[in-house]
């Protein structure tokens, strides 16, 4: 098989889980297809240089894990800049006093006397997962990496290239943020609702 018609099968082949493995780990469907594409063709200029000791599938893998952490690395500065107009948005100081004790107003209400009729609710899922997309940076990437994929904290900080201290102020934010917007969206809705 030529060359040419291997990077084709690879496309045929591992695209699609490719394609999901970048999307789940940036949250960018334009940045999932580029850094697939760059994987593609950088597996194809190298190809000569392939020694073959692992299947195509996980060479592709172990390139696309690469580009997505020079992926990170590239965009620390605008990664930085995300972080601290998260941290604006949803500073710890908005949810707790100076003994670390819940401000009256902040204070979560329960969300439902009867959580597993909640859970159920096909509009739970949905607020749900609009909360998840509105988290943004590298929150969001490790938040999506610890919760929907399953990912070990120590894949997580290697990936995203952070300190463990760090990982876990990220997914303390996100739970914030998520939090913070189904009290805004659905549970807001419900109790509403509920009142009528």
Known sequence: MNPSERATTWVDDHGDLLFRFAYQRTGSRETAEDLVQETLLSAFKSLDTFKEEASDRTWLMRILRNKIIDHYRKTRTKQKDNEASQKK?????????????????????PWSEQPDEAVEREQLGDALNGCIDKLKG????????????????????KVLD?????????IHRAKLQLRD????????????????
């Open 181 to 196: 917007c189904l009290d805004q969206s659905y549970f807001k809705e419900l109790k509403a609702f509920d009142a009528e």
């Open 162 to 170: 952070i300190t463990p201290s760090n990982y876990w102020v990220l």
């Open 89 to 109: 948005e949803v500073s710890l100081d908005a949810f707790f006093d100076e003994t670390g004790g819940w401000m009256p107003d902040k204070r979560p209400e």
């Open 138 to 157: 590298k929150g969001a990437s490790a938040f999506r990496m610890k919760y929907l994929e399953d990912e070990e904290s120590e894949e997580i900080c």
